[in-house]
């Protein structure tokens, strides 16, 4: 079978999982509960867990979960989707830049036209505990400009040094949409609460994928650092013992 053929089957199966009653709910509970234990999870067992059919559990992998290289060929065959809001925010301390981080970029300049894009400040990352050196924020936030520089997204962008996990996002009425990873998601939460309560409209709010590495565990700045795995998501170890 040619693969425009597969690609039109492909196409089909996703818009018939799309229709179906339990698929919104299916997904939420995979994104929220089980790739957050078991991020390498199969389809197989994914059928088991959720009831699902075996072509609903291939759409809401194929969905939540990319890995390295697919992330890395999004960006380079570029993003084709429209935007539909203005402004879009994300956060995070961007101690190397990883694929993870690049498809979080990616979802958000997808989402909407501008993105305010906050960034730990040294003070505020010396607080979070991480279990890796974190280097200055003026390094941080360079290698975000180059990386955004070279997917023709800065002029897109206006990047604010974040003291604390909320920032711009609690007070200010022109963002109209949180994008996050799955790991922060529980953020929108406390966020849209916050906004809440100074009478502001909540956040509309985009989980990006997971990405893994090819181990099928998630790509971090922590094992990144720790020599597991590069900033692509290929595993060093498995590498070397090729080598």
């Not at 990352?125 to 003026?138: C, F, N, Q, R, S």
């Amino acid at each position: 079978m040619c693969s425009k053929s597969r690609q039109v089957e492909w196409n089909v199966l996703v818009e018939t999982v799309h229709a179906l009653p339990l698929y919104a709910s299916h997904k939420a509970y995979v994104r929220d509960k089980i790739l957050l234990t078991k991020p390498n999870v199969s389809v197989e067992e994914l059928v088991q867990r959720i009831g699902a059919t075996r072509g609903e559990a291939m759409v809401i992998l194929w969905e939540l979960r990319k890995t390295g290289d697919e992330v890395l060929e999004m960006l380079k065959d570029g993003l084709h989707e429209q935007p539909v809001y203005s402004l879009a925010a994300l956060g995070g301390t961007f101690s190397i830049l990883h694929v993870g981080h690049m498809a979080l970029l990616a979802t958000a300049y997808s989402k909407a036209e501008k993105v305010l894009l906050g960034v730990s400040s040294d003070n505020f990352a010396a607080k979070l505990g991480k279990k890796h050196p974190i280097p200055p924020y003026e390094e941080r936030v360079k290698q975000l400009r180059d990386f955004l520089s070279r997917q023709g997204w800065l002029e897109r962008t206006r990047i604010t040094a974040l003291e604390d996990p909320y920032g711009p996002t609690v007070e200010d009425p022109a963002i109209e949409v949180l994008v996050t990873s799955p790991a922060t998601a529980y953020r929108a939460g406390e966020i849209n609460m916050k906004r809440a309560e100074r009478n502001l409209p909540p956040l509309d709010v985009y989980v990006c994928p997971l990405v893994v590495a090819y181990d099928g565990y998630p790509v971090s700045t922590t094992r990144i650092m720790a020599g597991e795995i590069s900033a692509d998501g290929k595993t060093f170890r498995k590498e070397q013992e090729r080598g």
